[in-house]
């Protein structure tokens, strides 16, 4: 019973109860307007055939009063006639079985005639006295009737209404008619509604068996309707939720992984240091070792707060006007105490004004990364790292070229993914600025993609790389703030 009450519940407030619920108050609708029709009409002939019939009759009748031939002919069994004079006599009945019927009968009609044009048709109710149980309506039809021998005033002639039945046996039939539509449409609707609905419930029961652990799940609905098109939607919802996730996981897992290496080098540097006595020298280079993993650290932890909040959609580029020939110079000022350190060359290649639309924090940023890893991953002393820009007719380009250590080919596809390194080792252990993450050409990527710029990539271990990047061209005209 428990169980019982909330089912019943859910199928008064389910869609499909609903649904069908419409159907039938629109299908009654219909039936009660078709019924009143067929019921119009076919009382509407019924009384026209009536009223037709007791027009000629009394016509007759009329003729007959002239010559006395006797009515009765004329009329037919059931049929009532009263002829009142002109002092409210009665001057002839006919099917009349009492006085007192006969008065009655006067009385009703006199009533339904008062102010009336000369000829009345009309149902009266009115029965026979002694026709206990059969309280027949009549149909009657008064007319004054001018003096013919004698005889004036007005006749009342009357049939029964529906003798045999006709009218409540068409209110029978179309009543159940009706009755029987709706019922076998309400089943009939439910049938289907319950069909057509049947997918939501898999769909809602799928969803529900969904975690997210699970997300590789789909409900994979083969069809071309509405409800195939919703559980595809749900389909490519849950393939976009579950790249999502997975990069999510993998990017917390890489992170703490790039994490781990340095904290366990500086916790072995300290506890190395503090298990005895040590030189001077020696601490120096625990300290150094430890500063250069903090410094590490820094950089990785900055990278991933830039990462994550792009992935967040957090980022609010400021974009304006900007001559990129500009940023370069500003980035080359900033970076020129690093190459320096590594007794490296910074150049500049031909400068034009080249104008786009951008962000300059970011577009600076871009630059320093590309130019960081030219001076990084360098040959040694006396090299140098040349950053140029160009325009080329819709498009302004950033070449950042270095004669350094180069890329294999066969890494070049995997440059740009988060945590990637050519050489795992080499960063790490190239002490004073190993601050390689494999995070600094994702976001290099990231702010080209958000500046609609494509980056191109050329690379051999012979002759160095070159990072090309390109940007549209700032239309003309357009404003600088
Ligand atoms: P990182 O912080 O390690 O430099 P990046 O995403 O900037 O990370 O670069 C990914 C990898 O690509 C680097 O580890 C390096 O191996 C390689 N790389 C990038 N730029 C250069 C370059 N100019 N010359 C040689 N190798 C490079």
């Given at each position: 019973m428990k169980k019982f009450k909330p089912f019943i519940k859910d199928f008064f407030f389910s869609i499909r109860f609903r649904l069908v619920l419409w159907f039938i108050v629109i299908l009654a609708l219909v039936l009660a307007g078709f019924s009143a029709f067929i019921f119009y009409s076919q009382t509407r002939d019924y009384r026209g055939d009536t009223t037709y019939e007791l027009v000629q009759k009394l016509n007759d009748i009329e003729k007959l009063l002239s010559g006395s031939v006797p009515v009765t002919p004329i009329l037919q069994p059931g049929d009532v006639l009263l002829v009142i004079g002109p002092e409210g006599k009665v001057v002839l009945t006919q099917g009349i079985s009492s006085n007192e019927d006969g008065a009655n009968l006067m009385k009703n009609a006199q009533s339904a005639m008062l102010g009336k044009p000369e000829l009345e048709t009309g149902i009266l109710s009115w029965w026979q006295q002694d026709w206990k149980n059969s309280h027949t309506q009549y149909f009657f039809i008064m007319k004054q009737i001018s003096s013919i021998q004698g005889i004036s005033g007005f006749a009342i002639l009357g049939s029964p209404f529906d003798p045999y039945g006709m009218i409540s046996r068409l209110i029978f039939t179309l009543g159940l008619g009706s009755l029987l539509t709706m019922?076998?449409?309400?089943?009939?609707?439910?049938?289907?509604?319950?069909?057509?609905?049947?997918?939501?419930?898999?769909?809602?029961?799928?969803?529900?068996?969904?975690?997210?652990?699970?997300?590789?799940?789909?409900?994979?609905?083969?069809?071309?309707?509405?409800?195939?098109?919703?559980?595809?939607?749900?389909?490519?919802?849950?393939?976009?939720?579950?790249?999502?996730?997975?990069?999510?996981?993998?990017?917390?897992?890489?992170?703490?992984h790039e994490l781990r290496t340095p904290l366990t080098i500086v916790n072995l540097e300290a506890n190395r240091s503090l298990s005895t006595k040590r030189s001077i020298a020696e601490y120096q280079r625990a300290i150094s070792v430890i500063q250069s993993e903090n410094e590490f650290m820094t950089h990785?932890?900055?990278?991933?707060?830039?990462?994550?909040?792009?992935?967040?959609?957090?980022?609010?580029?400021?974009?304006?006007?900007?001559?990129?020939?500009?940023?370069?110079?500003?980035?080359?000022?900033?970076?020129?105490?690093l190459a320096a350190r590594k007794n490296l060359r910074l150049e500049t290649g031909e400068l034009p004004e080249v104008k786009i639309f951008g962000d300059p924090q970011y577009l600076l940023q871009l630059i320093s990364n590309l130019v960081e890893n030219g001076i990084k991953y360098n040959r040694g002393p006396d090299q140098f790292v040349r950053v140029e820009t160009q325009?080329?007719?819709?498009?302004?380009?950033?070449?950042?070229?270095?004669?350094?250590?180069?890329?294999?080919?066969?890494?070049?596809?995997?440059?740009?993914?988060?945590?990637?390194?050519?050489?795992?080792?080499?960063?790490?252990s190239d002490s004073e600025d190993s601050s390689g993450t494999g995070l600094g050409l994702s976001i290099v990527e990231w702010i080209a993609k958000n500046h609609q710029a494509t980056i191109e990539v050329q690379s051999s271990p012979d002759s160095g790389t070159t990072f090309e990047v390109r940007f549209p061209a700032a239309a003309a005209g357009t404003s600088t703030n």
């Open positions: 019922i076998i449409a309400f089943g009939g609707g439910l049938w289907l509604a319950d069909r057509a609905i049947r997918p939501v419930h898999t769909i809602t029961q799928a969803a529900q068996s969904i975690s997210e652990t699970d997300l590789n799940r789909r409900l994979n609905f083969s069809g071309k309707d509405e409800l195939a098109e919703l559980a595809n939607t749900f389909d490519a919802m849950l393939a976009r939720l579950q790249t999502a996730f997975e990069r999510q996981r993998q990017f917390v897992a890489d992170a703490s990785l932890v900055k990278d991933l707060l830039i990462l994550a909040r792009m992935d967040e959609g957090q980022v609010v580029m400021e974009k304006r006007v900007v001559d990129l020939s500009e940023l370069v110079v500003d980035a080359l000022e900033r970076l020129e105490p325009l080329d007719h819709e498009t302004v380009l950033l070449r950042v070229i270095d004669h350094g250590q180069g890329i294999p080919s066969e890494n070049l596809p995997h440059l740009f993914d988060r945590f990637y390194r050519v050489d795992k080792a080499r960063g790490r």
